[in-house]
């Protein structure tokens, strides 16, 4: 296959447990998903997103015809740009924002994330967000392809060097991945410095894997380093929440992540890192398993190295 050219965009994902789907996003998580979501759309896309994230109650009134003509758009557009913000169709988003004008009327405490509130006592915090962080492990696992993840897996065991990249909350994956790596005895480096990411990915080869971290898919700094290594015949990677986003490009294996609901507090950036964390640590493991022989010992030993720097200093 000519590396130059990709057939599709995308790894196709299994589809395990389509109960198990998030929802559309609750009246509350409306603001933020657009948010988070402007960036990629269309400017007419904006147009409408916009539109009704400044004014639910409005628009609320609205047929998909009278948003199209107030936004200066077309209703393909206002469909789209639904489907985009996580609903099925521009109905479902008309009862979003009608349940957001009358929490909006009705004077109650806004939300900092789509279910906790401003007042909310700390104990209900604890307990929402603990809710929310497995329900978007639950839905990572049951989206990962166990074929793809054992491929990478290979590719990583038997890698001569393992170049990660991801920049903001991505990098701490990116750095939570490389030092578990190494710690089993494998050369790995995290870059977070795009300028040093890409000068790095020219020296990759065939037998090399790089490894992208990327929640949105267009992270332009992560891209880059992954399309020159591409270029360059290493085994390719990308974690990410958008597996039709340019990164699938340059990937020769994609690995998806939840697409966990934002708010203005935990917006994706945060939120993604539970299920990107819950991906490189399904590699670290599999990768333990396959050169366990090594790995045990290599472990056992970084164990031993810093076992003193645990232990009450004596006197």
Do not use: W
């Not at 398993?289 to 472990?299: D, F, H, K, N, V």
């Amino acid at each position: 296959m000519n590396r130059s050219v990709k057939e599709s965009f995308a790894t196709p994902v299994r589809d395990t447990a389509p109960d198990r789907r998030p929802g559309p996003p609750g009246p509350a998580a409306l603001a933020a998903k657009v948010r988070t979501m402007a960036p990629s759309m269309t400017r007419s896309m904006q147009r409408v997103a916009e539109a009704v994230a400044g004014d639910p109650a409005g628009c609320a009134q609205l047929t998909v015809t009278g948003l199209a003509e107030r936004t200066g758009t077309s209703e393909a557009t206002v469909v789209r740009t639904s489907r985009l913000l996580g609903y099925p169709g521009y109905r479902d988003l008309r009862l979003a924002l009608a349940g957001l004008a009358a929490q909006q009327a009705s004077g109650a405490a806004p939300s900092v994330t789509a279910d906790i509130a401003v007042d909310d006592p700390i104990e209900d915090v604890i307990a929402k967000l603990a809710h929310d962080e497995r329900q978007t492990l639950a839905d990572t696992a049951a989206g990962l392809d166990p074929a793809q993840v054992e491929a990478v897996v290979n590719a990583l065991a038997g890698a001569r060097r393992i170049d990660v990249y991801g920049v903001g909350a991505s990098a701490l994956v990116a750095q939570d991945l490389v030092q578990k790596l190494l710690r089993i005895g494998l050369v790995a480096h995290a870059h977070a410095d795009p300028h040093l990411a890409v000068t790095t990915a020219v020296q990759l080869r065939s037998g090399d894997v790089a490894l992208a971290i990327t929640h949105s898919g267009r992270t332009v700094d992560v891209i880059e380093p992954l399309r020159v290594a591409f270029d360059h015949g290493a085994t390719t990677v990308a974690i990410t929440g958008r597996p039709d986003g340019e990164i699938a490009q340059y990937a020769d294996h994609v690995l998806t992540t939840s697409t966990a609901r934002e708010s203005e507090l935990r917006p994706a950036a945060m939120s993604s890192r539970t299920s990107q964390l819950l991906v490189v640590d399904c590699l670290f493991i599999g990768v333990a398993q396959r050169t366990y022989e090594t790995a045990a010992p290599a472990l056992s030993a970084s164990y031993e190295a810093l076992a003193h720097r645990h232990s009450p200093r004596q006197r």
